[in-house]
């Protein structure tokens, strides 16, 4: 029987229509994702951030979405890549500066894995939970928003609750 996990992705876009983008991102993961889904996909609701890291005058709409699949994190992170380029994402310019820091760009569509059932893992491409989860309010609201704790069979998280409404 294949294994099935609860997977918890973060999606943000700042450029364009906003909340288009985050419509066509759950589309296209759906499509992408149909053989190895094994429940419908949950939403939070739609949330506005100012950018995180970066000077924009663009704000963030994210959304976290949940569902169950038997595919890996490490094909899921392709999946993902894959719907951030076909909607149009692009790296230009290096991804790193020269002290090894994370550089972040205004961007049409960015998805993260936060949370993939109780799979705990830190590889140069990918780590479970996602490795600032826990200091970054435009992920966590919504992610507690759709967080169920008994779908990543143990308690990986300590999510602070949100009213959504706020």
Known sequence: MTRTRRA???LGT????RE???SVAVSL???EL?????SDIRESSVYESEPYGFES?????NRAIAFDTSVSPEDLLKVCKWVERKMGRREDGPLYDADGNRIYRDRIMDIDI????????DTPELTIPHPGLMEREFALKPL???YEEGKCGKKILNLPVFNPNQ
């Open 8 to 10: 918890y992705l973060l």
């Open 34 to 38: 149909a053989s190895w889904l094994f």
């Open 57 to 61: 005058s663009n704000n963030f709409l």
């Open 29 to 31: 993961l759906v499509t």
């Open 14 to 17: 700042n450029l364009g229509d």
């Open 114 to 121: 936060l949370v993939f059932g109780d799979v705990e893992m």
């Open 20 to 22: 288009r983008n985050l």
């Open 144 to 146: 507690s928003e759709i």
